[in-house]
DNA sequence: CTAACTGTATCAATATTGATAGTACACTTA
DNA sequence: TAAGTGTACTATCAATATTGATACAGTTAG
């Protein structure tokens, strides 16, 4: 299920992210399935059980699942999932849009940069 | 001009890119006008030119400021300067503009969203 | 050409942060 | 009560960031 690779300079716990993220969007986990525990997974992949705690953590904290002490962990819903990831990278680009307002741009302009970035990304639809 | 905060956790290069960057948006130091050179202003502010260095030379890269080696750090032209670094804020933006549009947020709702954070952050025009 | 200024590049020392591990605690359920 | 679960805290090692010391190279005035 989940491979890590340690010739890949990213840190362990980001691709054990990726990797549960990818799935549970793509629905291969499905909403309110039961992950596997922080200690099984931890032997399963040879190693500390604080790591994948800390995935964990994180992406609990994206919304792609919840934890409950003492139950164990699931996939969080899909569509509120996403929306829940939307909204902590919409939170990020926050500081940015406002720098860009500082800077002079006007909204019309910002508007138009956007719509251009975004269909500039899209190979696969 | 420039006065360090050393209870402040930001690094002191930060500090100075920061006041530079905002007297040169604002105006206050004209387009072409010379700055400090980088053993002076390291002088006056009683720490060491490798730090005004890196400030000048990422002030640069962000298009605020030119240097020409055996003369001097000048001003660019604000205008100039603003849509440098507009340019960089915008690349930044466009990861995150990529990972919203994976997970599935359609071009018009990213729009409104992005609209309304501009609006939102519109205290003083 | 030389001296005194300018920015630039390289390397080193130090401080800070990041990643992971070890261990103990607290909750849930059978 | 026992065996599972997640959580919190601290320690340690590595990586990175920040700053400093020093040497190099371009410019200009005399």
Redesign the interface.
Known sequence: MIHLDYRDARPIYEQIKDKLRAEI?AGKILPDEKLPSVRELAVKLVINPNTIQRAYRELEAEGFLYSVAGKGSFASANQAA?EA??DT??K???P??????????K?PE??E???H???G??QDD
């Open positions: 969007i996403n990831r939307m990278v919409l990020q680009i926050t940015m849009i406002a720098e860009l307002r500082e800077l002079g741009m909204e910002l508007l940069h956007i719509s970035i975004y269909e990304g899209s």
